[in-house]
Each structure stands twice: as structure tokens, then as C-alpha cells.
């Protein structure tokens, strides 16, 4: 449960409100948690499962705009803001996601001044890293955009190996396959990744990190 670096950094008081509601679910690879336009009834807290916000548009065309792992809370503006998601939440990559009522959560934070502090630093987190990957995709090139992407993926779920097809990355970075699978094999023979039938290890994070473009730090900085 405490991987879920939200949850391990509650004030104790408000952890120990939140406890008796939580419960763990094991979700799998394009599971919808949070459907796009819907009130934010459950919250959640991945511990080891990595999630997308994606928004769908009409012509039955969708993007990946955000990734969400072990340091998050999902449809959290929403969620306070008491409004409909704007996007939905899906799973990405399979794992723990511990979940809460909304109306537990919101009581918990209405009542305890830090816990809405908390809470509504990490909005502002999250905003500053979606400007953050507005301004990368804008201005970076590709084979930094994805070595950035794995880094903060492997810092989200704890691992090294990562459940992600070329096809999952292409549409996280909006890229096409060719340009992933152009990127991830100038990473491969520089030493930094392995990978086979969707499954991506990375073999050197110093080769990674150096690949990756100056975003990485920059995101890291700000969630530290």
C-alpha cells in the first residue's frame, strides 16, 4: 500500500482515517477506471499498475495526454473540483491500484487542512508536468522523448522492466511505430535498453539518462 508515495506521505492521522476504506484491485491492460465524462466516484492510488489519462474525441480517435504511476492519485482535479473527468483513466500496464470512495477521501481532506494542502499540491504537480510534455513534444526530438518516457516509467512503477508494446509507447508520445521502433533501437546499441514481444528492460540507466532529453530532470526535480 505504501508504495503508492501519496499514501506514504499522509500525515498519520489522515492515513489512518483513510485505511479502513481503502481496498486493492488488480487491474489489467485497458481497464477504464474513470470514464471520460463521468463524476469521479472512486479514487485511486497505483502501487505497482501504470495508468493513462486519454481523451476521446467523436470520430472514434483517442491520445494518451498523461501517465500516472506509484507517485499519483487518479482524476484528482476532478475529483476536487467536484466536476466530470475530462478524460478517461485507463490501465496502460497491469498491477495494485488502491481504491477509495470519493466521498471518503473528500470528507477526510474537508476536514484536515495538510491533507488538502497535499492534495492540491500534487494538482499543481501535475499541471506543471503536463505543460512540461506539451513543451517537449513540441521541441525535442524523439529518441530523448522516449528514453525521458521509459526513465519516468520505471521511476513510476518501480521496475526496471517495462509491459509496453511499440504500439502502447507510440501512442503515449504520439509518435508513429517506425519512429519508435527507429528510437528504441539507437537506445538498444547504445547499451541503455533490451527488449523482446513487449517486454523492455533497461539494461544501463546511466546510458538512458544521458539519452534522455533535459525533461526528465526536470520532472524529477519537481516530484522530489
Not at 500534487?122 to 508536468?129: G, K, P, T
Request: hydrophobic share 45%; proline share 4%; with cysteine.
Amino acid at each position: 500500500m505504501l508504495r503508492n508515495l501519496t499514501l506514504s506521505a499522509m500525515d498519520p492521522a489522515d492515513l489512518a482515517a483513510l485505511i479502513p476504506h481503502l481496498t486493492e484491485r488488480q487491474v489489467q491492460k485497458g481497464d477504464v477506471l474513470i470514464s471520460q465524462g463521468a463524476l469521479v466516484e472512486t479514487v485511486g492510488f497505483p502501487s505497482t499498475a501504470f495508468l493513462t489519462n486519454t481523451v476521446s474525441f467523436s470520430d472514434g480517435r483517442s491520445a494518451e495526454t498523461f501517465g500516472m504511476g506509484v507517485e499519483g492519485v487518479t482524476g484528482l482535479a476532478p475529483f476536487l473540483a467536484e466536476r466530470p473527468c475530462a478524460w478517461s483513466v485507463e490501465v496502460k500496464a497491469p498491477g495494485a491500484v488502491y481504491e477509495a470512495p470519493a466521498v471518503v477521501l473528500r470528507r477526510i481532506a474537508r476536514d484536515s487542512p495538510t491533507l488538502n494542502r497535499q492534495l492540491i499540491r500534487l494538482v499543481s504537480d501535475y499541471h506543471a508536468l503536463a505543460s512540461m510534455g506539451a513543451a517537449c513534444a513540441a521541441l525535442h526530438h524523439a529518441t530523448g522523448r522516449l528514453a525521458r518516457f521509459l526513465l519516468v516509467a520505471a521511476d513510476r512503477t518501480r521496475s526496471e522492466q517495462l509491459q509496453f508494446t511499440q504500439e502502447d509507447i507510440a501512442g503515449l508520445l504520439g509518435f508513429q511505430r517506425t519512429t519508435v521502433n527507429a528510437s528504441a533501437k539507437e537506445l538498444k546499441s547504445a547499451g541503455a535498453i533490451s527488449y523482446v514481444r513487449g517486454r523492455l528492460r533497461i539494461t544501463d540507466r546511466t546510458a538512458l539518462t544521458r539519452a534522455a532529453c533535459e525533461c526528465y530532470r526536470l520532472q524529477s526535480d519537481l516530484l522530489h
